[in-house]
């Protein structure tokens, strides 16, 4: 599930409001590829002098949902 969210906080107090909610379900590695060929995921090779994080893949959050084959929105 991914859900969209504002957050205000007022005093001790953190308030959340939900604005969208989805369902995705069913990964799928050929929207991952066109993603990735479209330049819409990007690769990040995070490697420092010292310490190596590693290859992350990044995507704008826009685009997450274009990862999966089932797309439902709940609000």
Known sequence: RKTETDTQ???LREFFRYSRCLVLQQFSMDNF???LQ???????????????????????????????AEVEEIF
Do not use: M, Q
């Open 9 to 11: 906080t007022s005093e």
């Open 38 to 68: 479209d330049g819409v995921i990007f690769i990040d090779f995070d490697a420092r002098t010292g310490h190596n994080h590693g290859t992350k893949f990044r995507i704008r959050r826009n685009h997450f949902p274009e990862l999966y």
């Open 33 to 35: 590829l066109k993603l």
